[in-house]
T-cell receptor, first 113, second 115 residues
């Protein structure tokens, strides 16, 4: 079945550092890929998404590119802020399964001043 | 966008009891789902809440254990029946319009601890 693997946390960074969170997937079809973020005390929010190969999703300075050849969707941000401290989840859904997400384990990111 | 509210936000329950979680969306949504996040683990889909009919359960989840209702397009409930400590989890309600470009919105979750 489908699965998502993302790097374990916690990831601790200083402010203005470069952030990368690796995410790879296995899927039988052509899934859509997502990054969700959960800030402390809040619910899950969609951060960005990509629906086909080579698409780049971007939001709030974060980017991720759908790489079919490497089955990856790594999340990057060039300069993190303390406010980016959160848990980040990589997820996928198959084309005919809207809303049915397969999540990775989540990566906690801690940004220090 | 849609704002999803869940009640209770957290509860401590005794083994063998049942608890119903309510999910209210501030606008009509086509699709609603329930997810579970067990301690230290990722989110797992429990079921699709279908308006006016029986929910569709994922493998490993059954109606007797997790009965779900969805009487209209803005409200759903999930009951965790005959609870055991293994049911201690965060239960999340989600919803959206079900269109390819549409976003799936999540509630803040209901954290249940079973003693």
């Amino acid at each position: 079945g489908d699965s998502v693997t993302q790097m374990e946390g916690p990831v601790t960074l200083s402010e203005e550092a470069f952030l990368t969170i690796n995410c790879t997937y296995t899927a039988t079809g052509y899934p859509s890929l997502f990054w969700y973020v959960q800030y402390p005390g809040e619910g899950l929010q969609l951060l960005l998404k990509a629906t086909k190969a080579d698409d780049k999703g971007s939001n709030k300075g974060f980017e991720a590119t759908y790489r079919k050849e490497t089955t990856s969707f790594h999340l990057e941000k060039g300069s993190v802020q303390v406010s980016d401290s959160a848990v980040y989840f990589c997820a996928l859904s198959e084309t005919d399964s809207w809303g049915k997400l397969q999540f990775g384990a989540g990566t906690q990111v801690v940004v220090t001043p | 966008s849609a704002v999803i509210s869940q009640k209770p936000s957290r509860d401590i329950c005794q083994r063998g009891t049942s608890l119903t979680i309510q999910c209210q969306v501030d606008s009509q949504v086509t699709m609603m789902f329930w997810y579970r996040q067990q301690p230290g683990q990722s989110l797992t889909l429990i079921a699709t809440a279908n308006q006016g009919s029986e929910a569709t359960y994922e493998s490993g989840f059954v109606i007797d254990k997790f009965p779900i209702s969805r009487p209209n397009l803005t409200f759903s409930t999930l009951t965790v029946s005959n609870m055991s400590p293994e049911d201690s989890s965060i239960y999340l309600c989600s919803g959206g319009q079900g269109v390819p470009s549409g976003e799936l919105f999540f509630g803040e979750g209901s954290r249940l601890t079973v003693l």
